[in-house]
């Protein structure tokens, strides 16, 4: 008995349809989400959202964001999401080094939190991107 899974980023949906499990990084840790799962919200932390069907697997990055589970659906609300394949080495890691060399430099509280934000989420992809190509 699969649940329905809509996730969707501020730019786009990324994916919709049943699936038989989920597994994301929560604000407490990674969490799986099996169906009738009890109902939860939580904050997603930067990584990979797990999507298995069958015996398929997908593989989303998600840069934060939210998971609604309800008794009849689960929503993934993304600040920034894309398909792992999406993902390109070269550009994460700029991104990396870019929001490193800000870090090391003399920020606001503000800009430090933004900064920091940005460097998990280049640090994540690069993990997804990585994993994902071997």
């Given at each position: 008995m699969p649940v329905p899974l809509r996730v969707v980023s501020v730019e786009r949906s990324l994916f919709e349809g049943d699936v038989d499990f989920i597994v994301a990084?929560?604000?407490?840790?990674?969490?799986?989400?099996?169906?009738?799962?009890?109902?939860?919200?939580?904050?997603?932390?930067?990584?990979?959202?797990?999507?298995?069907?069958g015996t398929e697997e997908q593989l989303l990055f998600v840069g934060g964001g939210f998971l609604e589970v309800l008794p009849d659906r689960v929503t993934v609300l993304a600040d920034v999401a894309e398909h792992a394949e999406e993902i390109s080495i070269e550009?994460?890691?700029?991104?990396?080094?870019?929001?490193?060399?800000?870090?090391?430099?003399?920020?606001?509280?503000?800009?430090?939190?933004?900064?920091?934000?940005?460097?998990?989420?280049?640090?994540?992809?690069?993990?997804?991107?990585?994993?994902?190509r071997g």
């Open positions: 990084n929560g604000a407490d840790g990674e969490l799986g989400v099996l169906p009738r799962h009890a109902a939860l919200m939580t904050i997603l932390k930067p990584g990979a959202l797990k999507i298995v069907q550009q994460a890691e700029a991104a990396r080094k870019r929001a490193q060399e800000r870090l090391a430099g003399t920020l606001t509280t503000s800009e430090e939190v933004e900064f920091n934000q940005a460097l998990a989420i280049a640090e994540a992809r690069l993990r997804l991107a990585r994993t994902r």
